[in-house]
């Protein structure tokens, strides 16, 4: 009986809640399994009618009130166009005091609202292993605040916004989210906002692979990982970048924005060494056409000292848009990165694949 359970919770597994319940009905025999089922996946879709719309978050709060709480949740997946404050409190609490293993929430709505703000302290579990948010509600964190997550090892943040709250105007504006994830291998934020914060700090022993991407922050990230092996940036030409331990280091792709009204600034090209002298170590670089372009404006700056990376194997140009019809203009560029590298493979990918991360 227990095998002829289990094998229905697989098939469960592959369909979205409604139709777990639904199915349920279907047997005497089945009634009770969906109070049971250890993976569960509320899911709206991005243009539902309004009767399913409204229903959506009394089903959500009826279905977990009448879940059989002695049973360990495995998942949950929670995908919507709108997410409200309540619904999104009571999906966290609930997933944090039932042995939750993986938590995906994801707001699938293309306007981002920035609607109220959450109580981050609520993240808290011994259980957690993969935890992914993609809302429109903002985070409120304090010099103090580290979360807890000892086993987690996967996190992926998009479109929050972090907000330090400070006891008083003289508060170190410094904040440590990670250093309490002894196990956390994968980090990646993705067009989140870091509000008031001076200092964004990302401290793990185990991290191998980081990603930033999309940040709106006025900051300086200070990163100690000394089994990162990989990094990936991709945003504003302000990025200030502070390191520590990064022996492992392999592959570093670094892609930024070139825009007319930084040709005159030489401080975007100062941080972009700055940036290049932290992640010294890569073994392979990738790098966008316009990080060749702000190479390329200034180059008494660019060669006022040897290129850092000493044991650079292969450099990578990726562009989404047709290359200009000659690159000379560029080899000066190619040129500092292959003499402290003369074993260099320079590539030209014209199709890259889209940053994305899903887990």
């Not at 250890?38 to 959506?56: T, V, Y």
């Not at 979360?147 to 709250?165: E, G, M």
């Not at 190619?334 to 890259?352: G, T």
Request: proline share 5%; aromatic share 10%.
């Amino acid at each position: 009986m227990a095998r002829r359970g289990g094998v229905i919770h697989h098939i469960f597994s592959f369909i979205d809640t409604r139709s777990v319940v639904r199915s349920s009905l279907l047997s005497q025999s089945w009634r009770n399994t969906w109070k049971s089922h250890p993976h569960l996946n509320f899911e709206i879709g991005p243009s539902p009618d309004q009767a399913s719309s409204s229903n959506f978050p009394k089903f959500v709060h009826r279905f977990l009130s009448k879940r059989d709480d002695v049973t360990e949740l495995s998942t949950i997946d929670f995908r919507s166009n709108s997410i409200t404050l309540p619904l999104l409190r009571k999906i966290v609490i609930y997933a944090m005091s039932h042995r939750t293993q993986k938590l995906k929430i994801e707001f699938l709505g293309d306007k981002q609202t920035r609607r109220g703000g959450f109580d981050s302290s609520l993240f808290r579990s011994r259980y957690l292993e993969h935890l992914v948010l993609s809302i429109d509600f903002g985070l409120k964190i304090s010099p103090s605040l580290t979360w807890d997550f000892p086993a987690l090892t996967t996190l992926s943040i998009k479109r929050v916004t972090f907000t330090l709250q400070l006891p008083n105007g003289d508060a170190s504006r410094s904040i440590d989210l990670f250093s309490r994830f002894p196990n956390l291998k994968t980090l990646a934020l993705d067009s989140c906002t870091l509000s008031n914060i001076d200092t964004f700090i990302i401290k793990s022993s185990e991290l191998q692979s980081l990603s930033l991407i999309c940040i709106n922050q006025w900051c300086e990230f200070v990163v100690s990982a000394p089994k990162l092996s990989s990094f990936t940036y991709n945003g504003i030409a302000r990025f200030l970048l502070s390191t520590k331990d990064l022996g492992s280091l392999k592959n570093v792709n670094f892609q930024t924005i070139y825009h007319r009204s930084i040709q005159g600034q030489p401080m975007f090209i100062e941080l972009l060494i700055n940036t290049f002298q932290q992640l010294f170590k890569a073994k392979s670089l990738t790098l966008n056409l316009d990080v060749v372009k702000l190479l390329s404006k200034f180059p008494e700056l660019r060669e006022r000292r040897n290129c850092p990376f000493t044991s650079l194997q292969s450099l990578t140009l990726v562009s989404r848009h047709r290359l200009p019809k000659s690159l000379t203009a560029f080899a000066s560029v190619f040129d500092y990165f292959s003499r402290s590298s003369p074993a260099l493979k320079v590539h030209i990918d014209l199709n890259p694949k889209p940053l994305q991360f899903r887990y």
